[in-house]
């Protein structure tokens, strides 16, 4: 199995910013796209940005040009760099890998146990 654990949340003013980060562990035989969620109270998980190896990052629009999605690919992790955050950014935020823990299991979805974010006006 695979387990990711989020860092980096916390209460900040409307304008500061915040770094995420999401650690895999466990049984990894590879790992493919990493990305960030988002669920604010009352509202369906949405994408905030994800990164395949090798490939573009995607954002949501609403974060586009505020937040920077990377990779540490050595250590299976993923951080999510926000700036100028906005009280609309408050939400839980869960870390996601695709991810196969041996080389004949399929790709499996995995998230992280999620990390609170709360922007204050």
């Known amino acids: 199995q695979v387990q990711l654990v989020e860092s980096g949340g916390g209460l900040v003013q409307a304008g500061g910013s915040l770094r995420l980060s999401c650690a895999a562990s466990g049984s990894i035989f590879s790992i493919g796209a990493m990305g960030w969620y988002r669920q604010a109270p009352g509202k369906q998980r949405e994408l905030v940005a994800t990164l395949s190896t090798g490939g573009s990052p995607k954002y949501a629009d609403s974060v586009k040009g505020r937040s920077t999605i990377s990779r540490d690919n050595a250590k299976n992790m993923v951080f999510l760099q926000m700036n100028s955050l906005k009280p609309e950014d408050t939400a839980v935020y869960y870390c996601?890998?695709?991810?196969?823990?041996?080389?004949?299991?399929?790709?499996?979805?995995?998230w992280g146990q999620g990390t609170q974010v709360t922007v204050s006006s």
């Open positions: 996601q890998a695709i991810a196969r823990s041996r080389s004949y299991n399929p790709f499996q979805d995995y």
